[in-house]
């Protein structure tokens, strides 16, 4: 199993940029694939971007050429890169790591864009 702890969150102007960090409590190097997904208020929660152990990146549709994921297998963190932020990008954005055992999430970091 993992434990998984974001941070970098917080309140923004739309067109600034954020960086989150999800810091896992193991070495992340043999986890296949890692993400980050976001819930606003009201709404399911959605796929943001992930990335595999191979570095084979995907986004969702709404951040592609905006935001960009990556892996630091030496420091067991990923990050996500998110630039021109816009005020429908507000929301929780939680870490996420597929084990064979499971899937594993963190507890979440608030973004909130302000226009």
């Known amino acids: 199993q993992v434990q998984l702890v974001e941070s970098g969150g917080g309140l923004v102007q739309a067109g600034g940029s954020l960086r989150l960090s999800c810091a896992a409590s193991r070495n992340i190097f043999s986890i296949n694939t890692m993400g980050w997904y976001r819930q606003a208020p009201g709404k399911q929660r959605e796929l943001v971007a992930r990335?595999?152990?191979?570095?084979?990146?995907n986004y969702a549709d709404s951040v592609k050429g905006r935001f960009t994921i990556s892996r630091d297998n030496a420091k067991n963190t990923v990050y996500l890169q998110m630039n021109s932020l816009k005020p429908e990008d507000t929301a929780v954005y939680y870490c996420n790591a597929d084990l064979v055992i499971g899937r594993y999430w963190g507890r979440g970091t608030q973004v909130t864009i302000s226009s």
């Open positions: 990335i595999t152990s191979g570095g084979s990146t």
